[in-house]
């Protein structure tokens, strides 16, 4: 699995566990809804201001989405 897939596959994960979806995270971070689904599919790679955003509106950090692979 690559990073990218690996990254989106984490933060998908906490979108849930905090209880939004797809289209109430895109409200509150400002990204789109589409930008979202590829960033979660793996199809694109998230821009650094994209995850200070989604971080935010998760009530976590960057650091927390990039734990990936520790498994």
């Known amino acids: 699995m690559t990073r990218r897939r690996e990254l ?3 933060i ?3 979108r849930a566990a905090a209880h939004h979806t797809q289209e109430t995270l895109s409200e509150a971070t400002g990204i789109s809804r ?3 689904q590829r960033i979660e599919s793996g199809e694109t790679d998230a821009r650094y201001s ?3 955003r989604i971080a935010s509106a998760l009530k976590s950090d960057v650091a927390a989405l990039m ?3 520790t498994s």
Do not use: H, K, P, V
Request: net charge negative; proline share 0%.
């Open 8 to 10: 989106g596959e984490r």
């Open 67 to 69: 734990e990936i692979g």
């Open 12 to 14: 998908g994960n906490l």
């Open 50 to 52: 994209d995850l200070l």
């Open 34 to 36: 589409r930008t979202l």
